[in-house]
């Protein structure tokens, strides 16, 4: 294997493959990236198992082959490498040099057949959508997922392919955020996956908003391709709860409040509540909301502010981190919360967005101890 290419393009190649590369692994293998060295330029891959990550990139191509090698320290190398051309050579399979000036570096690599082969996902009858909805989806639901391992079902994204839409959903049991986009010839089936969200920061990461992704599907694997990039992700098998039962049809109660002046107050009544439930009380009345927190052993605190509130009188309580979660994601100044009662889970969406989407978080109340 012999090819030449600029420092550049080597970190981009490096860059775009090294974040599927494990920290930690018992397979020695996998702490390699598999460099492939073709006619149409490098082909740089590295993988944990689960979610694996291809890119192609350009280069002079003396000699065809293939090798793998120590991801970390070959991008730790690239990085301080000085703006000449870098020169790669192996004249076998488990050894390298890179030149590149006067630098000139001996790396110990492994076999390409030891690197596991990609899952077989053919893009005929892809789904195709624009970058930039897959970027906003990902963007305003993906922070929802759980984390617990008791139910590995809820660890994923559910994403509900349509011929004209698409729709993220996303939840931990307390709290859920759902948004759904339109599409113009989409293509491909009507599905429902279940994606691990770290496969969808990939997606974020590696591909432009102009960019216009295919997405395709095999038995139990994800496939997404633009120009010479792909990422393949295993897909989190099983049924994903009926989410539509727990969304409020009923809410008869509705505060429109400032995002900024609310994060604000509950930021603050946050440094006294109790760091197991982050439990807070929330006082709806004419036109104000009034925040309250007690904690044993600790104190307490009250907060109020202006808001627009149409609907009797209301005390509910919530954790707060999960209120402060779903304001962050809100992209309006202004949002819109709907109530029923103390016991039932509230609703909170943007106002005033002037984007076609849909988009709506919800969150479960706390019981209140008086």
């Keep these: 294997m012999k090819f030449t290419i600029t420092r550049e393009k080597l970190q981009e190649g490096?860059?775009?493959?090294?974040?599927?590369?494990?920290?930690?692994?018992?397979?020695?293998?996998?702490?390699?990236?598999?460099i492939e060295a073709k006619k149409d330029g490098l082909r740089l891959s590295g993988t944990d198992l689960d979610i694996a990550v291809s890119t192609t990139v350009a280069a002079e191509v003396d000699e065809e082959g293939a090798i793998t090698l120590p991801a970390k320290k070959l991008s730790d190398i690239a990085r301080e490498l000085p703006g000449s051309p870098v020169r790669v050579t192996s004249a076998g399979e488990q050894r390298a040099n890179v030149e590149c000036g006067k630098s000139k570096f001996r790396l110990l690599g492994l076999p390409r057949d030891e690197f596991p082969s990609f899952p077989q996902v053919k893009f005929d009858g892809a789904w195709k959508a624009?970058?930039?909805?897959?970027?906003?989806?990902?963007?305003?639901?993906?922070?929802?997922?759980?984390?617990?391992?008791?139910?590995?079902?809820?660890?994923?994204?559910?994403?509900?392919?349509?011929?004209?839409?698409?729709?993220?959903?996303?939840?931990?049991?307390?709290?859920?955020?759902?948004?759904?986009?339109?599409?113009?010839?989409?293509?491909?089936?009507?599905?429902?996956?279940?994606?691990?969200?770290?496969?969808?920061?990939?997606?974020?990461?590696?591909?432009?908003?102009?960019?216009?992704?295919?997405?395709?599907?095999?038995?139990?694997?994800?496939?997404?391709?633009?120009?010479?990039?792909?990422?393949?992700?295993?897909?989190?098998?099983?049924?994903?709860?009926?989410?539509?039962?727990?969304?409020?049809?009923?809410?008869?109660?509705?505060?429109?409040?400032?995002?900024?002046?609310?994060?604000?107050?509950?930021?603050?009544?946050?440094?006294v509540a109790s760091d197991q439930t982050h439990r807070i009380r929330l006082a709806l009345g004419g036109g104000t909301l009034k925040f309250s927190v007690q904690t044993p052993d600790l104190g307490e605190a009250q907060d109020e502010m202006a808001v627009t509130y149409d609907g009797d009188a209301l005390e509910i309580g919530f954790n707060a981190a999960y209120l402060l979660e779903l304001l962050k994601y809100m992209p309006t100044d202004e949002v819109r919360f709907t109530f029923k009662a103390p016991e039932r889970a509230a609703t909170a969406e943007p106002v005033g967005w002037d984007d076609s989407s849909s988009y709506m978080c919800l969150v479960m109340p706390l019981r209140l101890v008086d």
């Design 14 to 34: 490096l860059l775009a493959v090294v974040s599927s590369v494990p920290a930690k692994t018992t397979l020695p293998v996998l702490s390699n990236i598999l």
């Design 130 to 271: 624009p970058a930039k909805e897959l970027h906003k989806l990902i963007g305003h639901v993906a922070f929802a997922v759980s984390t617990e391992e008791s139910r590995p079902i809820l660890n994923g994204v559910l994403w509900e392919l349509r011929k004209d839409r698409m729709r993220m959903v996303a939840t931990n049991g307390h709290r859920l955020a759902r948004m759904e986009v339109a599409l113009s010839g989409a293509g491909g089936q009507q599905a429902d996956l279940i994606v691990p969200p770290k496969a969808l920061e990939q997606i974020r990461r590696l591909f432009g908003p102009d960019d216009e992704v295919e997405i395709a599907k095999s038995e139990n694997h994800l496939g997404f391709r633009t120009g010479g990039t792909q990422v393949y992700t295993r897909l989190i098998e099983g049924p994903y709860p009926n989410y539509e039962q727990v969304i409020p049809r009923e809410n008869d109660k509705f505060a429109t409040v400032d995002k900024v002046a609310m994060a604000s107050a509950l930021r603050r009544m946050s440094i």
